[in-house]
């Protein structure tokens, strides 16, 4: 059994978190016990109160927000478009609220449970999504806060990808942010067909 990732992974610089996140494993134990869990190929970082893109840009403190300022390794689960969770893995140290998105996944574990959580007709559609991912997991806006080395949510080690096969490129859907929208804090693993569309 792989280890869970350590509190100090996350206690780093959230560039590093957001590329080195790659290959590991998100795990959601459900309640009958079962395992669900996706290989992480994409990443976005949102780097605090000068980042525009970020929630807690210029220091919003907010109930929203609360859980970006709890410090490394907690969850930070908020809702979009008032119908699709995003799950942000929270790095750096207590009141600094900076995050890493995790946007896609490559399914490894309990791809039926998936099916079942989040009906459609392709897999590759699966989890090639913030919200997506989310559905297939079963993680919700109870999450918010978790602590990611506590069941039924947490990130396996695993491999690191290699620099190579790591493409970075601007954020999705941040246009509003200004000259943060371009910063290329987007990170994908190179190639990988689990990785979500740029819109056009």
């Not at 220091?59 to 942000?88: K, Q, W």
């Not at 997991?137 to 069941?151: G, K, M, Q």
């Amino acid at each position: 059994m792989a280890k869970k990732l350590p509190l100090s992974f996350y206690d780093r610089d959230t560039v590093k978190v957001a590329k080195e996140l790659l290959g590991k494993h998100l795990v959601r134990v459900m309640p009958d016990g079962k395992r669900v869990a996706g290989r992480i190929v994409e990443t976005e970082a949102y780097v605090g109160i000068e980042d525009r893109a970020c929630h807690a840009f210029g220091d919003r403190r907010t109930r929203r927000t609360s859980s970006l300022y709890l410090g490394p390794g907690h969850a930070y689960v908020f809702l979009i478009y008032g119908m699709y969770e995003c799950f942000n893995v929270v790095t750096r140290e207590s009141g600094e609220p900076q995050a890493v998105l995790i946007r896609a996944l490559e399914p490894v574990e309990g791809i039926e449970t998936m099916r079942e959580n989040r009906p459609i007709k392709k897999d590759l559609d699966l989890t090639n999504g913030p919200g997506k991912l989310c559905r297939a997991l079963a993680i919700d806006r109870s999450f918010d806060a978790h602590l990611l080395v506590e069941p039924p949510l947490f990130i396996e080690d695993a491999p690191r990808l290699a620099p190579r096969k790591i493409e970075a490129s601007p954020r999705i859907g941040v246009d509003y942010a200004g000259d943060a929208a371009k910063w290329p804090l987007r990170f994908h693993e190179r190639g990988n067909p689990w990785v979500s569309k740029r819109p056009k």
